[in-house]
């Protein structure tokens, strides 16, 4: 018993040590990416955004603002802006941790930065959104895969989230809000140590590529 205790602890171990792993060497490779470099990324993925039928579609749409190499999310902002869409941003909830809240955002809305240097509305509870009311919220991520795993900052605010939405989704429901990752090319790795908490995204949009994965059931 004891043996066996060890032995699960020990993979537990290992997990966590290579998602930590995965998480600097993916981090440090989009923080080096150049400026062109981000330049074109940012250029590639709005043309990819504005091409995308969900997307098109949706009134509400929660993005969130770049940070730590991650590709650029100002030009899509704008864009959705432009569609007259109702834009979102996260904000890391002030008690509850590991939550985020969604608030509106507009181009007055006064920002300031939470405790990751990550700029967000400034609290306002008029401003507040359920997720549910949501159509498309797209999730920032470290890195992917080829089945939609997700690996993320690391403080499992993102699965928390979209908990709702994949419960439905493996009972054959459809429910808001509909996940799409955002990411360089770079972000993509050959496999991702996966945590059962782990939410898995049906789609990311790269510079260069849409990704539709098929997501197993795992009830
Ligand atoms: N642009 C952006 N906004 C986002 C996220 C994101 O990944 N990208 N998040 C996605 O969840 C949430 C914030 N999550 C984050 C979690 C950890 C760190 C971070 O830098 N961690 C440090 C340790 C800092 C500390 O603990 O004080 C590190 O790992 O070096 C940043 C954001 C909400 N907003
Ligand atoms: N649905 C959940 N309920 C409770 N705890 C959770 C849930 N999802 C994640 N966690 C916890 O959050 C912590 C961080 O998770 P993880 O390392 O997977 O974050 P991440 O996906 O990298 O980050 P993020 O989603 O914020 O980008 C873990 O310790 C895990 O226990």
Known sequence: MSGFIATSEQADLKTKQS?????????QQRQQLTLAQQDAAAISLLARFCDHKKIQAA??????????GEVNTQQLID???????????PVVHPFSAGHLLFLHYQPHTPLVKNRFGIGEPKLDVRNVILPTQIDIICTP?????????RLGMGG????????????????????????????HDCQRVTAIASEHWDIPLPEIIT???HFSFKLKPQL
Do not use: E, M
């Open 19 to 27: 998602r930590q792993l995965l998480r600097q060497q993916v981090r």
């Open 59 to 68: 009134t509400s749409i929660a993005l969130y603002l770049s940070n730590d």
């Open 79 to 89: 864009w959705c802006w432009q569609q007259g869409k109702n834009v979102y941003l």
């Open 141 to 149: 991520l470290v890195a992917f895969d080829d089945t939609g795993a």
């Open 156 to 183: 499992g605010f993102y699965d928390r989230t979209l908990q709702h939405w994949y419960q439905h989704f493996q009972a054959n429901k459809k429910s808001k809000p509909y996940p799409i990752g955002l990411a």
């Open 207 to 209: 510079p260069s590529k």
